[in-house]
């Protein structure tokens, strides 16, 4: 059964969703990068990111449940904005091509599975509460996120906020301590979060260059260990110095030091320069997950969800080049803004001289291809990517005159996704509280008042030997009457409605009266 704590969905949006779910969390995966969740419907969201969560195992994990991780979910997507590109429609996006390369390219092969974790939370977390501007705007209109955060990370550090306090609403991480210790690593609560934190700091662009050296120190460390493994028996150490990707004295996680962590809790995965020795044994583990220490592996969590939030040249063509045009979208309506302000305007920002063609031949050349290069000597499957890179390149040089012409005419989000549910009746009975729609409540109120129409019509007097035969009803019988009457009120509303559907649907429609009664409760597996 799924109970919602927080929020509610409608019957069939749950009936569909757990139906889309268990198809992607019991059968062969079968989406390859040219598959895209944006314009996708709600139901069709939550069950695919459900889905994947379920086949990697987090709520098992977590000693959650789905229901749990579901009502996060609509929290996560209502704290995104209708930006054009950065939108609740990115983080799903992300997270599906982060699961795509952990479980087609083999990059889950040293995170065990609390990293795991972390990992595909962050990649939801990861741009939430995004205005659809970037840092540098932040910082020249001196925002009160600017101020906050002393002009550091703005964006990632507003998301990691965010990201914390959904945590904390739905107390998601209450069972992390236990769960650890069964599973043989250790970490509290704070460990958790702050990983969290770290690698959706890591997120920020100034990081990556350092991100990509880090690919390489990585690569040197693991081959390094496997081939110690193979010739030595006795134990031997290995070194690996990874670089910070904050200067120690512009950190921004230093205001989450101060402002959520405890001291002790916050020497874990530190972001400063460590140099770490991992001891290794004749005899690899299985699962390779001892091979890096905890900073490594956050690190490499780092480079990992990094590389999903810029993965877009690396997709088939006609998926880059949609979210291509959304992001060009989205930078010039800063360029406007910027202008209205009296601001200079950033750089491929301003519509009436930037080309989409040059932006982006540029993202692939210095930023796209080089990472994912570097990343495939790690992870040898992935050089598709690189393969994918080029020929996109190539794309976009050949639409060198391609303009933007219109940038508020992308659809809104709700149109695709939908709206929320409206606000619903609330009723108490023996079971708890719930909750019922307005609309049957509208409906049953016209069939009560055709019945009362009926009663009164058929309430003609009777013969006086017929009245005393027939005594009038005491109030204790006429409220269960009533009760009865009611009660055939709401059959003739199912009725009413399965006559009118096939009998396909029917199934559906059942579920929906049972939802009368329990409208936050449905069958839904874990």
């Known amino acids: 059964m799924i109970i919602l704590r927080h929020n509610s969905l409608l019957a069939e949006d749950l009936f ?13 995966y079968q989406h390859a990068l040219d598959y895209s969740l944006h314009g996708k419907s709600r139901s069709q969201v939550y069950g695919f990111i459900a889905g994947i969560f379920k086949r990697i195992g987090i709520c098992q994990t977590l000693g959650t449940t789905t229901s749990d991780f579901l009502d996060l979910l609509i929290d996560i997507e209502r704290e995104y ?12 996006d992300v997270a599906m091509v982060l699961y795509h390369m952990l479980e087609e390219y083999g990059m889950s092969e040293y995170l065990n599975r609390f990293d795991l974790a972390m990992l595909m939370l962050a990649a939801l977390f990861h741009d939430i509460g995004h205005p659809g501007n970037n840092n ?58 702050s990983s969290i934190v770290k690698m959706i700091l890591a997120t920020d662009m100034v990081c990556h260059f350092t991100l990509k050296d880090n690919i390489a120190i990585l690569h040197d460390k693991i081959k390094s260990s496997t081939q110690m493994q193979q010739l030595f028996q006795n134990t031997v150490s290995i070194e690996s110095t990874l670089k910070p990707l904050f200067n120690e004295c512009n950190d921004p996680f230093e205001y989450f030091k101060s402002n959520h962590f405890s001291q002790t809790t916050t020497a874990v995965a530190t972001t400063t320069a460590t140099t ?52 060009c979208v989205e930078f ?32 692939i050349d210095f930023i796209v291809h080089p990472y994912f290069e570097a990343l495939s000597q790690l992870y040898p499957k992935s050089a598709e990517l690189v393969d994918a890179c080029t020929k996109n390149r190539q794309e976009w040089l050949d639409l060198a005159t391609e303009t933007i012409h219109d940038v508020h005419g992308i659809p809104s989000i709700k149109t695709t996704l939908g709206t929320f549910p409206p606000p619903a009746t609330t009723m108490t009975i023996a079971a708890g509280t719930v909750q019922i729609p307005d609309a049957i ?58 006559s009118s559907i096939s009998k396909k649907r029917r199934k559906s429609e059942e579920l929906s009266l049972y939802m009368l009664n329990q409208p936050k409760m449905v069958s839904f597996s874990k």
């Open 81 to 92: 904005n209708d930006n054009p590109y950065h939108s609740f429609y990115h983080a799903v």
């Open 16 to 28: 569909a969703i757990e139906t889309i779910m268990l198809k992607i969390s019991d059968n062969p």
């Open 441 to 498: 409540m509208q409906e049953r109120a016209k069939l009560l008042l055709a019945f009362k129409r009926s009663v009164s019509l058929n309430n003609v007097p009777q013969h006086p030997q017929q009245q005393l035969l027939t005594p009038p009803l005491l109030p204790t019988k006429r409220r269960k009457s009533e009760e009865v009457a009611s009660f055939g009120v709401l059959r003739q509303i199912h009725h009413t409605r399965s």
């Open 332 to 363: 010039f309506r800063q360029g406007e803004q910027e202008l209205s302000l009296g601001l200079p305007v950033s750089p491929n920002m301003d519509q009436k001289i930037a080309n989409p063609s040059k932006i982006n031949v540029g993202f």
């Open 136 to 193: 540098s705007f932040e910082v020249s209109c001196h925002t009160e996120r600017a101020s906050k955060y002393n002009n550091l990370s703005v964006l990632e550090s507003h998301s990691c906020t965010i990201a914390l306090q959904l945590l904390e609403k739905h107390n998601y991480l209450r069972h992390i301590e236990s769960k650890s210790r069964e599973h043989g690593c250790p970490m509290t609560q704070d460990e958790f979060r």
């Open 276 to 327: 770490t020795t991992t001891t290794t044994t004749a005899t690899p583990p299985a699962d390779n997950t001892t091979i890096l220490d905890k900073n490594e592996r956050l690190m490499m969590c780092n480079i990992l969800i990094h590389a999903a939030d810029v993965s877009n040249p690396c997709r088939p063509w006609s998926v880059f080049h949609q979210q291509s045009r959304l992001v």
